[in-house]
């Protein structure tokens, strides 16, 4: 035939050089997808196609039926030569394109489902410390969201999946952060989207932040008759880091000119020297607590040691005895005299009360030491006495001092004179001139 009559023919067949057809991944095989629009009686044949028969071309009608299941991120185009024949001469050719278009049948996927991430505490904000690498099958864009763990919004993840350190870390306030993260498909509608979801979990790690501190107490009581090398006390300190930066160590940077020393490792306190509290009833000592971390932080304590009386000293009279003179007419309830006896030690220990011995016409104030006669005195009786006075404490073994107190009792003109006999009877011989001769009865 003429090149006329041919042109001609393919416009008849024809109504464009190529077409193009679109069709969801989706759809259900058996379907009719295309059909060419020729109205003319032909025969139509598919001469070349890269899909091995995705679509299959109905040779009388023109229609194009879905062989099998569609795949987006599989193929997304298909390319056919279709040719229509009049009888048996050829008539025309054309391409035909089909354009698999995607649907959201694909979620989101994270490249592993569990995240590990260590920080240090002392990481500096807006630091990125882990990427979450995600893909989807499907073309559209990936929403990641942290949905819980991170409620105080210590961390920012971006739209790449990067992970940033957005609020400063305190270890010793929250050691470790499992966080949940969505990655959403954009779909629409909202309906439509996927969703996937991985877990993150964030460790801080310790670093020497803080100093070591003491949580004993600042004054310790203790019995001055305390054995040497004896335990007085046990210092304590506490690190709120963790590991070797809450490892602490003890040190004496005062110890009361070597009264104590420390167990560097334990904190025991130890009595170095003999006490006394009537010398010395307060000492002191400072403790440096070190951590083990680097660099070392440490902290510094005062402490009071407080020496509790013990009863180790007798009553003290001022002198041993006493010679006192006392005149025998003084009235019943005189105080004569008052002793006094000290006790350096305190409280009950160092509490006098006095006891007399024999006590005779004379009392003792067992509070006052002041001695007193009840009865009245009679020299012509009894012209001397030696009174024993006890001073005794009050402690649980009582310790006493005793003291002699001589008194003589002084004569006062308290008798008339008396004639002894009181009758005298004398005989005298009369004329007798010699007295010597007198006699009496």
Not at 120 to 149: M, P, Y
Not at 162 to 189: F, G, H, I, M
Not at 389 to 401: E, F, L, M, N, V
Request: proline residues 4%.
């Amino acid at each position: 035939s003429s090149p006329s009559h041919s042109r001609w023919q393919t416009q008849m067949a024809f109504s464009k050089t190529v077409y193009s057809f679109q069709v969801k991944e989706d759809t259900v095989v058996g379907k009719v997808e295309a059909q060419f629009d020729i109205p003319t009686p032909i025969t139509y044949s598919v001469q070349e196609d890269d899909g091995e028969s995705m679509f299959l071309l109905s040779p009388v009608s023109g229609e194009f039926l879905l062989s099998r299941s569609l795949d987006f991120e599989t193929q997304r185009f298909y390319i056919l030569t279709v040719e229509v024949q009049q009888g048996d001469s050829q008539v025309s050719s054309v391409r035909v394109y089909f354009n698999v278009l995607d649907v959201n049948d694909n979620p989101p996927v994270f490249s592993q489902n569990n995240f590990f991430a260590s920080l240090l505490e002392d990481t500096g904000v807006r630091t990125c410390f882990l990427s979450l690498n995600v893909s989807d099958k499907d073309d559209g864009e990936v929403e990641l969201v942290v949905v819980s763990g991170d409620e105080l919004g210590t961390f920012f993840l971006d739209s790449t999946g990067s992970l940033y350190l957005n609020k400063e870390l305190d270890r010793e306030s929250q050691a470790s952060y499992n966080l949940t993260v969505t990655a959403n498909d954009c779909a629409w509608p909202v309906s439509s989207q996927l969703t996937s979801t991985a877990h993150v979990v964030v460790v801080v790690k310790d670093t020497n932040d803080n100093a070591p501190s003491f949580v004993s107490a600042g004054h310790v009581f203790i019995p001055e008759d305390s054995a040497l090398h004896s335990v007085i006390m046990t210092v304590h300190a506490e690190d709120k880091d963790a590991g070797s930066n809450a490892e602490v160590l003890y040190f004496l940077s005062n110890s009361s000119g070597g009264a104590f020393s420390i167990d560097n490792t334990s904190g025991e306190t130890f009595l170095e020297e003999l006490l006394d509290r009537e010398k010395t009833d307060t000492l002191h000592f400072t403790v440096m607590a070190t951590d083990m971390g680097s660099p070392q932080m440490a902290t510094t304590m005062n402490f009071t040691v407080h020496v509790e009386d013990v009863n180790d000293n007798d009553p003290v009279f001022s002198q041993s005895n006493y010679s006192l003179f006392v005149k025998e007419d003084v009235p019943r309830g005189t105080s004569l005299f008052q002793v006094k006896a000290q006790d350096q030690d305190i409280g009950s220990n160092g509490k006098v009360r006095y006891v007399l011995s024999p006590a005779g016409p004379f009392v003792v104030d067992t509070i006052r030491g002041v001695l007193s006669v009840m009865d009245q005195l009679d020299r012509e009786k009894d012209s001397n006495y030696t009174l024993i006075i006890t001073a005794a404490d009050q402690g649980d073994a009582p310790r006493s001092a005793t003291i002699a107190i001589d008194f003589t009792v002084l004569d006062v003109n308290d008798c008339t004179p008396r004639f002894s006999p009181e009758t005298l009877i004398i005989h005298v011989k009369e004329n007798e001139e010699d007295p010597s001769e007198l006699t009496h009865q």
